[in-house]
């Protein structure tokens, strides 16, 4: 499974702002995509994932409410539409794929398999 992350930018504290992340190859190898973020100094954490039929989602706290994750399997595309951005919310962001035996559930990135190359996000306030 090959990623591809992106839509990234600048944007003020307040707007919205979505990721996509197109997939390709064996895509039937994964159970469920996530979204992971890094910010400078700071280890990759758990944003959200999503359910191969996309009907179970999971979020990290901080952005319940303000983050939703979808996917559109005929497009091999998952998105992360992010809204009331924060300045804290600055970081790179990964999208990942677990293997067959994963899950929507999964929070940590030593569950997922496959990765994106990262998609940056600035936010200012």
């Known amino acids: 499974v090959q990623l591809q992350a992106c839509g990234g930018g600048l944007v003020q504290a307040g707007d919205s702002l979505r990721l996509f992340c197109r997939a390709s190859?064996?895509?039937?190898?994964?159970?469920?995509m996530g979204w992971f973020r890094q910010a400078p100094g700071k280890e990759r954490e758990f944003v959200a994932a999503?359910?191969?039929?996309?009907?179970?989602?999971s979020y990290t706290e901080s952005v319940k409410g303000r983050f939703t994750i979808s996917r559109d399997n005929a497009k091999n595309t998952v998105y992360l539409q992010m809204n009331v951005l924060k300045p804290e919310d600055t970081a790179v962001y990964y999208c990942?794929?677990?293997?067959?035996?994963?899950?929507?559930?999964?929070?940590?990135?030593?569950?997922?398999?496959?990765w994106g190359q990262g998609t940056q996000l600035t936010v200012s306030s």
């Open positions: 990942a794929a677990t293997p067959l035996s994963g899950s929507y559930k999964n929070t940590e990135p030593y569950e997922y398999d496959y």
């Open positions: 190859g064996r895509t039937d190898r994964s159970a469920a």
């Open positions: 999503i359910s191969w039929s996309g009907s179970s989602t």
